[in-house]
């Protein structure tokens, strides 16, 4: 049995996958809401004691920067280490970036399950740019390497917002009274609603807004 983990610090997508033949075929699947939790090994026990398997494999996509196999998520207290995990599980465990693992699964989507933002015609060995919006904004490249698109991490959600208009400008003005750095990813993120909200109309607030546990973006 392969289990795959989606790990953001919004919430933990886990799911268990049975190999027959050369399709994958999904068994069980389970949502936890990360910050519930102080740290995946905790999400992952909870998932397997459930309905116990063998596992074969293991691999998670998480938000951060993935050095040896080890990553301290960006927006979440939490560091994985997959040699820990490769322990408990007693099988082999590989980390990856989200947006990487995100990047090794777009082949799989079907032509139905794709919409198109402007028609043109597809070259199949150009690059590729993955976009992620999420609790932080996540970005990544699909290079052609002569046989298939090969995705590597960016963490580009990090660079310096770059505005180009004088609204742009603006709103980085107002940022910067906050922030001593404001990324891209302060703005085009859960994160950003409020404070696009607060800049373009600051007189309108909703309840939730003064309420620190509630998220503000489903209202706004």
């Not at 920067?65 to 599980?89: C, I, K, S, Y």
């Not at 859960?190 to 404070?195: N, Q």
């Not at 800049?199 to 807004?209: A, K, M, S, T, V």
Request: aromatic letters at 8%; one cysteine or more; glycine letters at 10%.
């Amino acid at each position: 049995m392969i289990l795959a983990g989606d790990v953001g610090a919004t919430k933990c997508n886990l799911a268990l996958f049975a190999l027959q033949g050369d399709k994958l075929r999904r068994v069980r699947q389970q949502r936890f809401p990360s910050r519930n939790y102080h740290g995946l090994e905790a999400v992952v026990r909870e998932f397997l004691s459930v309905a116990p398997a063998p596992i074969t494999a293991a691999a998670f996509g998480i938000a951060g920067p993935v050095f040896h196999n080890r990553v301290q998520a960006t927006n979440l207290p939490w560091m994985v280490d997959g040699d820990a995990l490769r322990d408990e599980l007693k099988a082999p465990v590989v980390v990856l970036n989200d947006l990487e693992a995100a990047g090794w699964g777009l082949p799989q989507l079907a032509r139905e399950q794709l919409f198109v933002l402007q028609p043109g015609t597809p070259l199949e060995t150009a690059n590729r740019a993955l976009l992620a919006p999420g609790t932080g904004l996540g970005e990544a490249i699909l290079f052609w390497d002569g046989r298939r698109h090969r995705p590597s991490a960016t963490e580009g959600g990090h660079a310096d917002f770059a505005p180009r208009t004088d609204t742009e400008i603006e709103l980085l003005r107002f940022l910067k009274q906050r922030f001593d750095c404001v990324s891209f990813e302060t703005v085009v993120s859960g994160g950003g609603f409020l404070l696009l909200h607060e800049f373009f109309d600051p007189g309108l607030r909703h309840p939730e807004f003064d309420h620190p546990e509630e998220d503000p973006a489903p209202a706004i």
